[in-house]
């Protein structure tokens, strides 16, 4: 009896460690804000407090590459006041740490950098940074709209099926 007590209270101590190790929903918007906030503000610790010591940042397959605080710091400073970012929407599963997001990024112009961010989390940080960019207006709507654009891929340019060829 004695040993299933001590093995229900290890077990206890276990999963309350395991659970400071990990955030909810509400964290990662917060922890995705202060990056969104410290790059905007030239804030670059407060950007940098959201990374793990040693995360890795890319934009593959292979435009981006910075790995641990001190690259990211050299490439966060680099930032000026006319930069902003802003997320329109975040997607996290508390369950493998994971999340994405929809952002703006501008630079004083009238074409702004639009994308989307995968990031997986270790202890509450971001542990590996993903982003795939595309150009765009600034205006995060104009972006989505479907109007009034010549579109580089739609049926009306696309190949014939293959087997219809014969």
Not at 97 to 116: L, P
Request: charged share 25%.
């Amino acid at each position: 009896m004695k040993q299933l007590l001590l093995l229900i209270i290890a077990s206890f101590l276990v999963s309350c460690q395991d659970s400071q190790n990990t955030i909810n929903e509400m964290e990662y918007k917060r922890l995705m804000k202060n990056v969104a906030e410290g790059w905007s503000t030239r804030n670059t610790e407060m950007a940098l407090n959201s990374f793990d010591e040693d995360a890795i940042y890319m934009e593959p397959p292979n435009n981006q590459y910075f790995r641990g605080h001190e690259q990211l710091k050299a490439y966060f400073d680099e930032l000026t006041d006319v930069h902003k970012m802003e997320f329109h929407n975040l997607w996290f599963n508390s369950e493998t740490q994971s999340g994405t997001g929809e952002f703006t990024f501008s630079y004083g112009k009238d074409t702004a950098t639009v994308g989307v961010v995968v990031v997986e989390l270790e202890n509450g940080k971001i542990k590996f940074w993903r982003e795939y960019l595309q150009m765009g207006p600034t205006n995060f709507k104009a972006f989505l709209s479907i109007k009034n654009k010549a579109w580089k891929w739609h049926i009306g340019n696309y190949p014939e099926p293959k087997d219809s060829m014969q």
